[in-house]
């Protein structure tokens, strides 16, 4: 017991000193998962948009494709993407191995089926009458869709968070991708995994105290945006 | 073009899969009418009005709207007709917000404030109090106010409403109703409005049109009588009722077949008849008595073994014969009066 | 609307943040290397990263793997040099024409480490005479089973000692993770481990000088553990920055280096010794 008591003391401490290995941990997640969000949310909502919202020759197909792309693993997922950045990979040029965007354009990968998938479903999901609603006060095509959106949004923003919870809770993609390499690619999570492996318990409590406070921050922010609206 | 009708349908059909919901050849609504569509529940009359409102599109057949066909592509007309449904949804924004909609999208932003607060006034709704509540913060009849609201600040060239006292309190009611009539005096928007309040209909309308599955009557009030029929003496088919009375028809095309039968038909009586030829004398409830539209005339409502059957007297029998809601009577109509749908 | 204020905000605040701070690593001094476990955890190149900058102005970033691994990320151009400590696999590296100028920078050696209580009694043996008294004894052995410098050497002396390499008997345990983690794990089920010497003093630093495990063979010929750094070839790989690579190679092979090498030392022990030629 008092080993784990000692894990939370040390993490106490190395919070309250502003220790510059967890705190660039820390900067380093939170900057990874920003990217990595925006891009996911970019290219993702227009297309579960569409997707919920027209109706195609094979849209069942493709939907049914997102869903199941819904159980990514992490590591699938850098792996792939590992194959294409690597210099002799297609990508290669871009020298995203071992980086921060690289590390966000894998993540944006693994979390984009979440906010293409939710998405359409909170489309699906507006009421029957809201069309004709828009139709019958004077809405074009363009307005009718973009207002259907905003209507959405409640729903739209649970999507994002759920995106957002994914991508900073991984450690696969960061490890393969990032190279969990110090003061530049070490994230919350690698660091975890490294500290544990290499036995320095406190500064893996310290640094899952931190991941848990993003993610009640994360969800505070939502509970007080739909509060709002 | 202005003197084209308001609109002009012709060969009208609507399928939903394979059932007909509407078959109309042709039907005409002129500019400025205040017109009402009643019918039983599944007669068609949703659809009808949301292809008035160029919200559905009929499968076959053209709608005319002020001389030029609609068709699926034609988005603008949806900028001069506006339909008020019985259950209307609002946006997930302020008041003020679901109110403004209609002027946003038409890009007339000139005066929004004055304008959206003077139609919040008009239905009732102080915009001090209301136009900063959001959409989960009214009532059912708050609710259907702002609806209309949002509708009539974009002063449509007809206004189409679905039962639009329904499902609300008296007071909302009452203003629902009092602004129908004033924009009408106002601004001679035309209305198409379906209601159960016949007393309203009868007040706001000039015209009644009845649908029944699909189909236009010529009949404007109706009394609907439905099978089974069984064979009974004398070539006569008789249905049974409740509390043992017969109905008697003649001929009926099939066992299950409906009937129409005109309320200008009925005999009311307050004694019980002897000696007289119709087959039909029933026994009934007067369960209510209101003023028609032609003058001189009742419409008496009343109910045999809990059929409902509309019947019609001059002001002057009513009188001589005491008639009152509650009061027992005797209803009469031959066998024959009994139309075959 | 208060939704595009939000998400003009947010749109702004990550393109700052990616635009700050050091992102790639592609940069005009930036060094990309692969190293091994053992050298990264014992924290032997944190302590030298500092005085590299400030002697040579190179900026090095380094990523800790196998031996195997950081051999795939060279042949792949993805680093620019290799620190590690398979000779033979070295040499085969270097005839095959993927890296070049390799040269000997430390050594320390290799020990077998197990419970302080020897279950199976191999305290003071010979190599081989101990492998085939664990295989006796089915004795928990643990293994890197990464193709790391380390498992490449264990490798080795299964062989010498004439056994059969174990794979999947049910005392073997192969992890595919760091020498630290290793011998964690060799630790938390009491079992065997073979481990560079650096690694172990790190590890018995982080338990105060109390580890659970202890060294129990040591010294012998065959132990020996010899880093060297490679360049990667330049004609291999377009994108390698062999200037800076040489610069860096002079550096750790020069005498500060190897003063700087031979000072560092856990719990008062040295764990690397320099050996490089000068050149």
Redo the contacts between chains.
């Keep these: 017991m008092g080993y784990i008591l000692n894990g939370f003391v040390r993490a106490g401490i190395l919070l309250a000193t502003g220790n510059p290995e967890t705190f660039s941990a820390v900067f380093t997640t939170l900057k990874v998962t920003s990217m990595s969000i925006m891009a996911s949310l970019f290219f993702g909502i227009p297309a579960g948009f569409f997707l919920g919202y027209s109706n195609f020759p094979g849209k069942k197909h493709i939907r049914a494709v997102v869903d199941t792309l819904l159980a990514l693993p992490t590591v699938v997922v850098g792996l792939f993407v590992y194959a294409f950045i690597s210099y002799r990979g297609p990508l290669g040029r871009l020298g995203l191995l071992f980086t921060i965007p690289g590390i966000a354009l894998a993540q944006a990968v693994l979390v984009l089926p979440i906010v293409i998938s939710l998405t359409a479903t909170a489309i699906e999901g507006l009421?029957r009458?809201?069309k004709?609603?828009?139709?019958?006060?004077?809405?074009?095509?363009k307005?009718i869709a973009l207002?259907s959106l905003?209507?959405a949004?409640?729903a739209v923003m649970t999507a994002a968070v759920a995106a957002y919870g994914r991508a900073i809770s991984e450690v696969g993609i960061s490890m393969m991708i990032g190279g969990n390499i110090k003061w530049y690619t070490r994230t919350i999570t690698t660091a975890i995994a490294l500290e544990t492996g290499k036995g320095d318990f406190g500064e893996g409590v310290a640094l899952g105290i931190v991941l848990l406070l993003l993610a009640f921050v994360v969800n505070w922010v939502l509970i007080l945006l739909k509060r709002k609206? | 073009m202005s003197d084209a009708p308001l609109y002009e349908i012709k060969d009208l059909e609507y399928r939903y899969g394979d059932k007909f919901i509407l078959n109309i050849p042709h039907l005409t609504i002129e500019k400025g009418d205040s017109i009402s569509l009643s019918g039983p529940n599944g007669s068609g009359k949703s659809t009808l009005l949301?292809i008035l409102?160029?919200?559905e599109f009929p499968c076959r057949g053209t709608v005319s709207f002020n001389g030029i066909k609609a068709t699926n592509v034609n988005?603008p007309l949806?900028?001069n007709?506006?339909?008020l449904?019985q259950?209307?949804?609002l946006?997930?924004k302020t008041v003020f917000e679901n109110v403004a909609?209609?002027l946003r999208?038409?890009r007339s932003k000139d005066n929004l404030t004055a304008r959206v607060c003077e139609s919040l006034r008009l239905v009732g709704l102080p915009p001090e109090r209301f136009a900063q509540r959001r959409w989960y913060e009214l009532s059912g009849g708050e609710s259907q106010r702002v609806a209309l609201a949002?509708?009539i600040i974009?002063n449509p060239e007809v206004l189409i409403l679905d039962e639009p006292t329904a499902n609300v309190d008296q007071q909302s009611a009452f203003l629902i109703k009092e602004v129908i009539s004033s924009i009408r005096k106002k601004f001679g928007t035309s209305l198409i409005i379906v209601s159960h309040d016949h007393i309203w209909r009868n007040q706001a309308t000039d015209k009644n049109i009845e649908i029944y599955e699909g189909r236009i009557r010529e009949y404007s009030t109706h009394n609907i009588v439905r099978g089974p029929w069984t064979p009974a003496a004398e070539g006569l088919w008789e249905k049974n009722l409740p509390d043992n009375q017969k109905i008697y028809a003649v001929n009926p095309p099939d066992k299950n077949a409906t009937a129409i039968l005109s309320p200008s038909n009925i005999i009311v009586s307050t004694e019980q008849p002897v000696s007289i030829s119709a087959q039909n004398i029933l026994k009934g409830i007067i369960t209510s008595m209101n003023l028609e539209k032609e003058p001189g005339k009742v419409r008496i409502d009343a109910a045999v073994s809990g059929m409902p059957l509309t019947c019609c007297v001059t002001q002057h029998a009513a009188g001589d014969l005491q008639l009152i809601p509650g009061k027992d009577v005797w209803v009469v109509f031959k066998a024959s009066s009994l139309q075959w749908h | 609307m208060k939704i595009l204020r939000i998400m003009v905000i947010c749109f702004t605040f990550t393109a700052v943040v990616s635009c700050t701070g050091n992102n790639t690593l592609s940069g005009d001094k930036v060094l990309r290397m692969a190293t091994t476990t053992s050298t990264d955890n014992t924290g032997l190149i944190d302590y030298l990263a500092p005085y590299i900058k400030a002697d040579t102005g190179i900026e090095l970033k380094w990523v800790a793997v196998g031996t195997g691994k950081a051999f795939v990320l060279g042949k792949n151009c993805d680093v620019d040099v290799l620190m590690v400590h398979a000779p033979d696999a070295e040499n085969q590296y270097v005839d095959e024409g993927h890296g070049i100028c390799r040269s000997q920078i430390m050594y320390n050696d290799f020990v077998i480490i197990g419970p302080k209580n020897d279950p199976a009694r191999i305290k003071g043996k010979a190599v081989s005479e101990a492998l085939n008294r664990i295989v006796e004894k089915s004795a928990s052995f643990v293994s890197r089973g990464d193709d790391s410098g380390t498992n490449k050497k264990e490798m080795n002396l299964w062989k010498s000692a004439r056994l059969p390499v174990p794979d999947r008997e049910q005392w073997y345990i192969q992890t595919g993770q760091g020498m630290l983690n290793t011998i964690n794990i060799a630790a938390e089920i009491d079992a065997y481990t073979l481990t560079d010497r650096g690694t172990f003093i790190k590890y018995e630093s982080n338990y105060k000088g109390h580890p659970r495990l202890v060294i129990l063979i040591e010294g012998h010929s065959s132990l020996r553990n010899q880093y060297s750094v490679i360049a990667i070839n330049p004609d291999r790989c377009k994108n390698a920055q062999f200037e800076l690579t040489m610069k860096f190679i002079n550096w750790i092979t020069s005498s500060r280096a190897r003063k700087l090498i031979g000072d560092f030392k856990l719990l008062g022990k040295q764990l690397f010794i320099p050996n490089a030629q000068e050149h």
């Design positions: 009421d009458r809201l004709s609603t828009l139709l019958t006060l004077g809405a074009r095509k307005q207002t905003v209507e949004r409640h609206k | 949301k409102a160029f919200i988005a949806t900028q007709v506006t339909l449904l259950d209307p949804y946006l997930k909609y209609g999208v038409r949002s509708r974009i």
